[in-house]
């Protein structure tokens, strides 16, 4: 009974992820074999669906637009928490430190729907963004920010600024804080500086930290769209169109379910794909790097 | 050992409460609504300025035939999600009345609602008994609810009068008189641009309807001409009077009809002339407005013209009433800010505003406004033939009445017999003109019109030339024509379009 106690504790958990997480993972698998619109409609079609993504212009050109929120976003959401959390890790005053990850955490709590629609608002022709630029004599740099392709993926990038705060902060700080206070005494004692101590005794200690937040804003990007959905819906055009967006448009709005997993699919593959890159490129003792 | 036990037990207690609960068995009433004893039908909308009128109906038919019908409302936010949880419910509502035809044409082709033509056929239980149920609504609403395959899937309830609203004020410190004629119309939106307001502002997103509507309107009125030539398969002696709507009040365009025409370059974007006229026509106009595609929701578009903004507002019928008590609340409130305001409907086109030959003038088709669909309900059959028999007496004189006596709204009603009100008539044109739907600018199926909207925003922007949009609107077209082609191959008559395009065979239909 001491043995089966455990397993008990934990079932209703795994009872009720397997049915709310692994069935439907199986079963999207199972949906992406067949074209089907969910209804009445449905034919196996074994890979047609995959065979017919690889001609498919506009899937890839999401992937295209991903890849810019990979190569500027990511980074973004790594770095600079990073700092963020470096320099309130670095303060001599406890009341300040408290203050500045108060600062920065607690916009955590607004609804994500809410800080869209406030964005929105920022980047509309008569918006606060076009009309600070009309103040400060920049009228020439005033655009429909939302609406031009050139500039929409700039603008949903920099919804996330600073990027310094959220989750992510909190995760470094626990890294940071989990740094014996005696190796860096060590290290100030064998005079390095302060970018020395950075580099060589926090950055390899708070691996594990940044692993799991490169991990998880690699996911976030994979499956994130609803910003997307609300200020753009994947305009102007199809500019600011991303995978996630075309699987929810060609299961809810297009009725190709079967076509939608099969998307779901490609994008289950490469988050895996990517997360198990991460693990091996930082994978390696948390230790202090010697000179 | 009862500390020990404490999770067993929490444990326990939970199985028990689900146990109770049991969510997976019995039977539920219809998802969201009680079909409780007393009720025989269930019907929901989310007009809400019909609700009265239809509970008004609802008391009558009860009288007439004893038959208990509930009327629901419910909110017009996330209506799609929720009208495609009731149908994959298997117990979906009765009836439900829902705005436009779009969604009727999506779930219909996936067979989820009852089929119509053969109902429209036969006499109404609530009409004359000499003539077909579809001959009692107003030419041409049942036209409009065909899909591009013929089929209907939906019954018209209400129409919109779709036409302008504009800033009095504007108006009257340039002189400008409500326009009459294209050019006219086109005349006053320079005059607007030129002194630095803005005509008319637009927002080219998905839920926006005025570009749709212009372009609807344009597309109906360049298009008309070809009527016959893609109506081959009519009744016997069928002759097309572009002036007398009666003309094609039992015709239809099926999809072997629609695929020829496309074949013969009829309704292809591409090689169609009137798709380029179209563009010439719109860009002729839209030169002149505020277009955005991202940036505004269409629906603060209405801000934008009570702000004073926009000296025009594309609307219809259904927005006279709220305009008259916005303007009522703003000069109570800021009188400073107050207007006066007009309409006028889409003016008259004529054969001096284009450079293709065209018959007749402007239809006022936008598309239906309410339309009624009956759910197919798996596990109550006979619940079609019930909801039948309540949508005919709905469309009867006497249930029509009913409902716009008892309502605030200012559609115009589909019945031939209910007339519109007073207060909607300046949106209303004198002249209505024979109408089938030859083609659909946004394409023959759900998909298409989701694909429609990025390469609409990518022509307005710039970023395309006309060239380049019709190769896109080309191959969506082609493509909505292949997948209904696939989805009712079974329906298909290929002798007839093989015999059309002498002995061929489309090449884009060629291997499926």
Redesign the interface.
């Given at each position: 009974m001491g043995r089966v106690?455990p397993w008990?504790?934990l079932?209703?958990c795994v009872a009720v992820l397997v049915v709310f997480a692994y069935v439907p993972l199986v079963d999207g698998l199972r949906l992406a074999l067949y074209r089907t619109?969910?209804?009445?409609?449905s034919r196996f079609v074994g890979l047609g669906n995959f065979r017919e993504l690889l001609t498919d212009e506009l899937f890839w050109h999401s992937f295209r637009v991903l890849a810019i929120f990979f190569l500027v976003a990511l980074p973004l959401q790594v770095i600079c928490p990073l700092i963020a959390a470096k320099l309130i890790n670095g303060l001599r005053s406890t009341r300040a430190a408290y203050l500045y990850r108060v600062v920065l955490v607690l916009p955590m709590i607004v609804p994500l729907i809410v800080t869209i629609m406030i964005w929105?608002n920022i980047?509309?022709?008569?918006?606060a963004l076009n009309r600070f630029l009309g103040v400060i004599g920049l009228e020439a740099w005033q655009r429909?920010?939302?609406?031009?392709?050139s500039t929409?993926i700039a603008a949903l990038i920099f919804m996330g600024m600073p990027w310094a705060g959220g989750p992510n902060l909190l995760i470094y700080l626990a890294g940071f804080l989990n740094i014996p206070h005696e190796l860096r005494e060590a290290m100030e004692l064998d005079g390095a500086s302060g970018w020395r101590r950075f580099w060589s005794l926090d950055l390899p200690l708070i691996r594990p930290q940044v692993q799991i937040v490169t991990i998880l804003g690699i996911i976030v990007l994979l499956q994130a769209y609803e910003n997307i959905l609300i200020?753009?819906?994947?305009?102007?055009?199809?500019a600011s169109?991303v995978p996630a967006l075309y699987l929810f448009?060609n299961g809810?709005?297009?009725?190709?379910l079967g076509y939608a997993a099969a998307i779901g699919c490609v994008l289950f593959v490469l988050s895996l794909a990517f997360t198990l890159a991460n693990m091996r490129l930082l994978r390696g003792d948390a230790g202090v790097r010697e000179r | 050992m009862m500390r020990r036990n404490w999770g067993l037990i929490l444990i326990a207690a939970l199985v028990v409460a689900l146990l109770l609960w049991q969510p997976w068995g019995g039977s539920t009433p219809a998802a969201g609504l009680s079909v409780g004893d007393e009720a025989d039908l269930v019907m929901v909308t989310f007009f809400g300025e019909l609700l009265p009128g239809l509970r008004a109906a609802a008391a009558l038919y009860r009288e007439h035939t004893g038959v208990e019908v509930l009327v629901q409302g419910m909110p017009y936010a996330s209506f799609e999600m929720w009208l495609r949880t009731q149908l994959l419910s298997q117990r979906p509502p009765g009836v439900i009345l829902i705005e436009g035809t779009q969604l009727p044409w999506f779930y219909g082709q996936a067979e989820l609602l009852v089929e119509l033509s053969e109902a429209v056929a036969a006499p109404s239980a609530f009409g004359a008994t000499d003539q077909p149920w579809g001959r009692s609504f107003r030419e041409p609403y049942l036209q409009l609810c065909r899909d591009a395959t013929g089929k209907l899937w939906c019954l018209p309830f209400t129409q919109f009068g779709v036409g302008f609203f504009y800033n009095g004020d504007a108006y009257a410190g340039l002189g400008l008189t409500p326009p009459e004629t294209w050019s006219e119309m086109v005349g006053n939106f320079r005059a607007l641009d030129e002194t630095g307001q803005t005509a008319m502002y637009v927002a080219i997103t998905r839920n926006d309807a005025q570009t749709v509507w212009f372009a609807s309107i344009l597309e109906e009125w360049l298009m008309r001409r070809h009527i016959p030539a893609v109506n081959v398969r009519h009744a016997p002696g069928w002759e097309f009077d572009p002036y007398d709507p009666q003309t094609v009040i039992d015709e239809r365009i099926d999809l072997d009809e629609r695929i020829v025409a496309f074949e013969q370059g009829i309704i292809d974007p591409l090689r169609s002339p009137d798709y380029a006229e179209l563009l010439r026509l719109m860009r002729e106009a839209a030169q002149h407005w505020k277009v955005e595609l991202a940036n505004i929701d269409v629906t603060e578009l209405e801000r934008v013209f009570l702000n004073g903004r926009s000296a025009h507002f594309m609307n219809g019928t259904w927005y006279l009433p709220v305009l008259a008590n916005r303007m009522e609340l703003l000069e109570e409130v800021a009188p400073e800010e107050a207007f006066g305001w007009g309409t006028f409907p889409f003016p008259e086109l004529g054969p001096e505003d284009s450079r293709l030959p065209t018959v007749g003038g402007t239809n006022q088709n936008a598309g239906m406004r309410g339309s009624i669909i009956i759910p197919k309900q798996p596990e109550r059959p006979e619940q079609a033939a019930v909801a039948l028999r309540f949508c005919q007496f709905l469309t009867s004189e006497t249930g029509m009445t009913a409902v716009m006596s008892g309502a605030a709204a200012f559609d115009i009603p589909a019945v031939k017999a209910v007339p519109p009100k007073p207060a909607a008539r300046p949106l209303l044109t004198g002249q209505s003109y024979a109408w089938l739907p030859v083609s659909t600018i946004t394409g023959y199926d759900a998909q298409s019109y989701g694909e429609f909207w990025p390469i609409w925003q990518r022509w307005f922007s710039g970023a395309s030339d006309d060239r380049a949009f019709l190769a896109e609107l080309h191959d969506l077209h082609v493509a909505s024509l292949v997948r209904l082609y696939e989805r009712f191959r079974g329906d298909v008559d290929a002798a007839f379009i093989r015999a059309r395009l002498g002995g061929q065979w489309p090449d884009w239909l060629e291997g499926r």
């Open positions: 106690r008990v504790y079932l209703p619109d969910g209804h009445g409609f929105r980047y509309m022709s008569d918006g429909s920010w939302l609406g031009d392709a929409v200020l753009t819906n994947g305009g102007p055009g199809s169109l448009r809810f709005e297009y009725g190709r | -």
